[in-house]
């Protein structure tokens, strides 16, 4: 089982600080989910991980083996990251079929049966440059990118913006179905937190470019409640646990609980209790201080 591992990552550009020490291990055979607000350094650390992007301080290794101008360690990676359509030069300017030629030439297992697959099923039009396709074309692209890389670790910046519902869901499809046939490991940075829940084994959040937490998605949601009712049964329900994102309308009062493992919710009161979805937690751990 591969590993890729990140230590004490810093990145600063000017006098601003992105990413603060951040460590993070992920384990070869896994759907990642990578969330955050705008801002909190999401792209900036897909990027330092696939060695796009040097650190200002801090290692990253794959089993070991730095990922830095290590062309070896490299080609075990791809990061299809949103494409800029703006400018008459670079990726926006190239015709479709002249993109996917440079990527096949680039990634090393790439499956030109695979490409050509997505290419039809998603009526991708070739010839077409990329500053004149539709947002959600463009999307397209980078997940033939992704898919057809054969990449053993693929991440994905924004894979879905621009989708529709349909296509979104067929993504998530197609990935899990890869997944299952290849046992890839995937890392997918999204801000439709809800419909990708199911997909992700293990969630990272990022908040202000430090982890927050990265925890397996299911076992995390069972520790995650809503609880609501009378403000002073609340408060008394939830004395001495872990609360997020108080809400108070009249008497009335609402809170987040996140139970540590093996905790529970004590009995015996009068108070409303509920699961709380992954975009709802996600809400009460970085939404209430930056609002």
Not at 15 to 38: A, F, P, Q, T
Not at 155 to 177: C, K, M, N, S, T
Not at 224 to 235: I, K, P, R, T
């Amino acid at each position: 089982m591969s590993k890729l591992t990140a230590r004490e990552i810093v990145k600063t550009y000017g006098k601003k600080n992105v990413l603060h020490d951040v460590n993070l291990e992920l384990e070869s055979g896994k759907i990642y989910g990578l969330i955050g607000r705008n801002g909190a350094g999401k792209t900036t650390l897909l990027s330092i991980l696939t060695a796009q992007n040097p650190a200002t301080r801090g290692t990253v290794e794959l089993d070991g083996q730095p990922v830095w101008e290590n062309p070896r360690v490299l080609e075990h990676f791809c990061f299809s990251r949103e494409l800029s359509q703006t400018g008459t030069s670079g990726a926006a300017a190239m015709k479709v079929k002249e993109y996917l030629e440079i990527a096949a030439t680039y990634f090393t297992h790439w499956d030109q049966a695979t490409a050509d697959r997505l290419i039809q099923e998603f009526g991708i039009e070739k010839k077409k440059r990329i500053n004149k396709l539709s947002k959600g074309m463009v999307s397209m692209v980078t997940i033939v990118v992704a898919l057809a890389s054969k990449a053993e670790f693929t991440f994905l910046d924004e894979p879905v913006a621009g989708l529709d519902v349909i296509a979104r869901e067929r993504f998530y499809q197609l990935l899990l179905e890869e997944f299952t046939q290849t046992g890839r490991t995937f890392v997918i940075s999204t801000h439709i937190i809800e419909e990708a829940a199911d997909v992700f084994e293990e969630v990272i959040m990022l908040d202000e470019g430090q982890i927050l937490l990265k925890e397996n998605t299911e076992e995390l949601l069972e520790r995650a409640y809503h609880v609501s009712g009378h403000e002073e049964e609340v408060d008394a329900a939830t004395k001495g646990l872990e609360v997020h994102h108080e809400e108070k309308l009249g008497r009335s009062k609402g809170v987040a609980v996140l139970l540590s493992p093996g905790q529970t919710l004590p009995q015996g009161y009068d108070v409303s209790v509920q699961k709380l979805s992954l975009q709802k937690l996600f809400v009460a751990l970085c939404g209430e201080e930056h609002v």
